[in-house]
């Protein structure tokens, strides 16, 4: 550039606010055409019906598409998602081929408005949906015992969200005071010292994949019995789109499913599982104390807690009246503050129940199968940072419900694009064989 004749540069400024595209957009205009390709919008235009008065203009897959959306942006409220999207409002419904945005108001009504079957519709679509891709069995990962048999490993866990309350004034003068969240909690426990209502939300996910195949939500603890027998449905269902057998399938579950009530109904539905007991009065069998009287068959150290573990593989005991029997693992340490287990004379004692056999996994295997559940729990934490599902989007169950299918809706899209965009080979896990 001459010094002689210098570049001139013109700036000009305005006082007119310009909002800027969301970050989020893009993945939205991307998840938009993989739903449209699919077919999946005119699936769920199908197939979820549901009809109020003052309905408007809108029908459902208006409200689906407004919530996919907020469960892609990760905002963290409705309102702050509103906020973001409403100068992009035109055209975000037009990537979807709807014309207008539902208000939030209006949204917070249809979600109250709904009724049980539309749920059940959903989540069909959902279900539908999660096992029409699966690709052949290499691609959804394995875990290969001792003898070389494979198994599917599933976790089915109810995850707790809390929903802390103010006081409220109460006098002869004011009406009695009403809870908004008291459709969808009961009063419940999580450790602290203020009173709580809880809600629990029941999950079923494929372990290798990290695909979520299930959800299901109630007040308090929920019907925890029912929703596995649910999820045991849906195991089923998967196992069959693969071309396997149900007992191929390994269903690990926490405390709240180790009594022997569950394992009747685990062994009605065929599949395998492995679970902590909560049964102590198993550790007074005549059985349970020859074999503590013993040496341990194994020891375990967790690598994380560095935790050693004596466990003792005491065969097949009854956990009914009726006489259903499972395998039933020690586990005992050293106590510590605040363990999981029962405490006897300073020791932990820990009960594991499964029904893998002897031959394809030892003692050791069995528990590390299940304290290396980490898997699941890392995931529960990463869909808490990028789509935190237990937020709350609604007072109602079925508007509450509706809002974490698409949550998980979205997660396994999300997934599935990722492989695609950049593959990587599943992970699979095999037991090497036992030394003489």
Request: charged share 20%; hydrophobic share 40%; proline share 5%.
């Amino acid at each position: 550039m001459s010094t002689d004749n210098p570049s001139s540069v013109s700036i000009q400024t305005s006082a007119d606010q310009i909002a800027s595209v969301p970050a989020w957009f893009g993945e939205v205009a991307l998840l938009a055409h993989t739903l449209t390709r699919l077919g999946l919008l005119s699936e769920i235009s199908e197939r979820v019906r549901f009809a109020r008065k003052r309905f408007g203009t809108f029908e459902v897959i208006d409200f689906v598409v407004v919530l996919m959306g907020y469960a892609i942006s990760g905002e963290p409220t409705l309102k702050a998602y509103y906020e973001r999207l409403q100068p992009f409002a035109t055209p975000f419904m037009a990537l979807f081929g709807r014309k207008q945005l539902p208000h939030r108001s209006t949204l917070s009504r249809f979600l109250a408005a709904l009724d049980q079957a539309s749920v059940e519709a959903l989540r069909s679509v959902f279900l539908q949906d999660a096992l029409a891709r699966l690709g052949p069995e290499a691609d959804v990962g394995g875990l290969w015992d001792r003898q070389g048999n494979r198994w599917i490993v599933f976790d089915l866990d109810g995850t707790r969200q809390a929903a802390r309350q103010r006081a409220l004034p109460q006098g002869p003068d004011l009406p009695p005071p009403q809870r908004r969240l008291s459709a969808v909690c009961t009063p419940g426990y999580m450790g602290r010292k203020r009173g709580e209502v809880v809600r629990t939300r029941t999950t079923l996910l494929q372990a290798h994949t990290h695909q979520w195949l299930f959800t299901f939500g109630g007040a308090g603890n929920g019907d925890y019995r029912g929703e596995l027998l649910r999820g045991l449905t849906v195991i089923g269902a998967y196992q069959t789109a693969l071309g396997l057998l149900p007992s191929q399938a390994l269903v690990r579950l926490d405390g709240l499913y180790g009594n022997g009530a569950i394992i009747v109904d685990l062994i009605a539905a065929g599949v395998c599982f492995v679970t902590r007991g909560k049964d102590y009065a198993l550790l007074d069998l005549t059985q349970v104390k020859e074999r503590l009287a013993l040496p341990a068959d194994e020891q375990f150290t967790h690598p994380e807690s560095g935790t050693c573990r004596d466990l003792f593989d005491c065969g097949e005991v009854p956990v009914t009246a009726e006489g259903h029997r499972s395998r039933l693992i020690v586990a005992t340490h050293q106590a510590t503050t605040s363990p999981i287990g029962v405490t006897r004379d300073g020791v932990v004692y820990e009960l594991f129940l499964t029904a893998l056999p002897a031959r394809g996994f030892t003692a050791a295997d069995v528990v590390k199968l299940y304290l290396h559940r980490g898997s699941f729990e890392t995931v529960l934490a990463d869909e808490d940072r990028e789509q935190d599902s237990d937020r709350w989007s609604s007072y109602t169950t079925q508007g509450q419900e509706v809002w974490q299918i698409l949550a998980q809706w979205m997660w396994n899209l999300r997934q599935e694009l990722s492989q695609q965009w950049q593959p990587t080979s599943m992970r699979l896990t095999e037991f090497s064989p036992p030394s003489n």
